[in-house]
């Protein structure tokens, strides 16, 4: 794509192939989790990354992130390749990249107090003179979350979903991070929630200048937050490309599909919508992402 | 400095007003202190001395009634020792024995579970091998062996029993190391770059030690059984010492005839075990946020 831009974050050709165990009666295979994707992430850009459960979108979150090594491919992050760091490397990345994870009910330590907990970045990286810095600075990271400070000795089961997820996003922040990867960040909580989480994704990202790499299955969310859209189907990056040409203009058979499922808040349209299907086989699927529009890129 | 000593101290003063409202905690923190309050005072408590005895007030029943105590409380055994001065002495040995023992294998079998459940691999594969080659050598043959090569010391009892004792903990915080590893909080600790002992440290111990007290508590009771089964077979213990289970053990040949032998001996062990127990039961439950406590 593109080369020679100045993107924040830039992946190529990245590949994460588990080999299962072969067994007494079953030949060892490999399973391509995710193969061969490349995109990039500009600054104070948010992309989203769809597709359905199992098409590898958080296995490419955790590569990003430095948390599962690929097989393959690369991964750029602020002009330096991060697939390969040095260990003593690694926190510096850190601290530029954090990430906000799915289930909120299993991202907070259940024994420890969450101003602990949000201010555990902090101590880690040595940021913060004292104890009393560091605390001052969880209070900072809680109202700016909106969540009130007085929380902070309080233990994770004292909380809501809606709360704990801003509690995760006040730890990822605690670094001042310029990326977030968000791991289904909304897909646990109520619907009421989720649009609140959504906006101060939006908000953040305005105040802090923060790009993010956005996981999601819901695809109304991801129109709303995203600049630009990824799709996903089986570890194979399908189409990619701005918002509204996606959403407006899908061209590979997936998009179409994946697009005709989500419902429309209008019983009149509603009743008119018709299910696109799409019979996966792997032949069908292309191996060259080629330019429909400007910068829209679809499988073929 | 000062802030966090009033911090300590007030939580301390939650865990007492905790346990002050749980009756049955409250019960066995209470019993358990009467004895080891008893076993660390019994030299200045006055008592008969548990080694010799008076052999014409040979197995004299319980003299302890309403009107008092009399001069043999819990009776004599067949060498005239004192009964009562006997268990309380006993429970020196016995407590420290058990207590010893639980500690020592506890921290070993924490720490193994911890390694083998968070590095898995191979390392996982090599010290599971090593727990099933402990569960498979039978007790009494490794007491033999162990007690005869080095002699019956009371150190070499205690190594016997942690021995004995680890591989249930190694066990146990291995399984639930694996089922916490898996949990975002450990992927978010990893995210912020933090190191490998951190993370077990804070998010891992602290979320295992509640199995671990559960299986302290148990541990503790079956040691006590144990250090009387080796006793009797004369590996633990050895005479004119007294110690619980040797106790018991003596006093079987007196059943029909002398029952204060081995029934009050039989008491302190049941009470004791039962008292921690209860104990354990609160911690766990204390030790849980889930919980209001």
């Not at chain 1, 100045?6 to 490999?30: C, E, I, N, P, Q």
């Not at chain 1, 570890?235 to 998009?255: K, M, N, S, W």
């Not at chain 2, 429970?91 to 911890?114: C, D, N, Q």
């Not at chain 2, 009494?140 to 010391?153: D, E, H, K, Q, Y």
Request: charged share 15%.
């Amino acid at each position: 794509m593109s080369a020679g831009h100045d993107h924040l974050l830039s992946v190529s050709d990245l590949t994460k192939t588990y080999r299962t165990r072969g067994g007494l009666f079953s030949k060892a295979s490999d399973f391509h989790a995710v193969k061969n994707v490349g995109f990039h992430v500009g600054r104070n850009e948010t992309l989203g990354l769809v597709g359905e459960s199992g098409s590898g979108k958080s296995t490419i979150g955790r590569m990003v992130m430095g948390l599962t090594a690929p097989t393959a491919g690369q991964v750029t992050f602020d002009g330096e390749d991060v697939t390969s760091l040095p260990a003593s490397r690694v926190k510096d990345v850190r601290r530029k990249m954090q990430m906000v994870f799915q289930d909120p009910y299993s991202a907070l330590s259940p024994r420890m107090r969450v101003g602990q907990f949000v201010a555990e970045p902090m101590v880690v990286h040595g940021i913060g003179d004292s104890e009393a810095d560091r605390r001052e600075q969880v209070v900072g990271l809680f109202r700016r979350v909106g969540l009130n400070p007085d929380f902070m000795e309080r233990y994770p089961h004292e909380f809501s979903g809606g709360q704990r997820q801003r509690i995760c996003i006040a730890r990822a922040l605690a670094l001042g991070p310029k990326f977030i990867v968000a791991d289904e960040p909304i897909t646990a909580l109520d619907v009421s929630i989720q649009a609140q989480i959504v906006n101060l994704f939006q908000d953040l990202q305005q105040e802090m200048q923060m790009s993010y790499l956005f996981i999601a299955h819901d695809l109304s969310m991801v129109r709303y937050l995203c600049q630009r859209v990824a799709v996903m189907l089986r570890g194979r990056l399908v189409e990619i490309g701005p918002t509204a040409a996606i959403f407006g203009d899908p061209q590979h058979p997936y998009t179409q599909s994946l697009l005709s499922a989500v419902p429309i808040a209008n019983p009149r349209l509603e009743r008119a919508r018709k299910r696109i299907a799409y019979q996966y086989s792997p032949e069908t699927l292309g191996n060259q992402l080629e330019e429909v529009s400007s910068g829209h890129f679809v499988l073929k | 400095m000062s802030e966090s000593r009033t911090v300590t101290r007030s939580m301390l003063h939650a865990f007492l007003a905790a346990l002050i409202r749980s009756k049955p905690g409250l019960a066995g923190a209470v019993i358990l202190t009467i004895f080891v309050l008893a076993a660390l005072l019994a030299p200045v408590l006055g008592l008969p001395d548990p080694v010799k005895g008076d052999l014409l007030a040979r197995l004299k029943p319980p003299t302890i009634s309403l009107s008092g105590f009399g001069a043999h409380p819990l009776g004599t055994d067949q060498l005239g020792r004192d009964i009562l001065s006997r268990i309380i002495y006993g429970g020196r040995v016995t407590l420290m024995i058990a207590a010893l023992s639980v500690l020592t294998g506890g921290v070993f079998g924490v720490v193994i579970g911890l390694i083998s459940g968070f590095f898995g691999g191979w390392v996982d594969r090599v010290l599971m091998r090593v727990v099933d080659m402990q569960l498979s050598v039978p007790l009494t043959i490794l007491a033999l062996l162990i007690i005869a090569s080095l002699g019956p010391a009371l150190h070499n009892l205690v190594m016997v029993l942690a021995l004995t004792s680890w591989v249930q903990y190694a066990r146990v915080v291995r399984g639930q190391v694996l089922a916490v590893k898996s949990r975002e909080y450990i992927q978010s600790a990893r995210a912020i770059a933090a190191h490998p002992l951190r993370i077990i440290f804070h998010h891992v111990l602290p979320n295992v030690m509640t199995p671990a007290i559960v299986v302290l508590t148990l541990e503790l009771a079956r040691i006590i059984l144990l250090e009387a089964g080796l006793s009797f077979l004369g590996l633990g213990i050895q005479p004119p010492d007294a110690a619980w289970g040797r106790m018991l053990a003596e006093g079987r040949t007196f059943m029909s005839t002398a029952w204060w032998l081995s029934v009050f001996p039989g008491v302190a062990i049941m009470l004791t075990v039962l008292s921690v127990n209860l104990l354990g039961d609160w911690l766990r439950d204390y030790f849980d946020p889930h919980l209001e406590g």
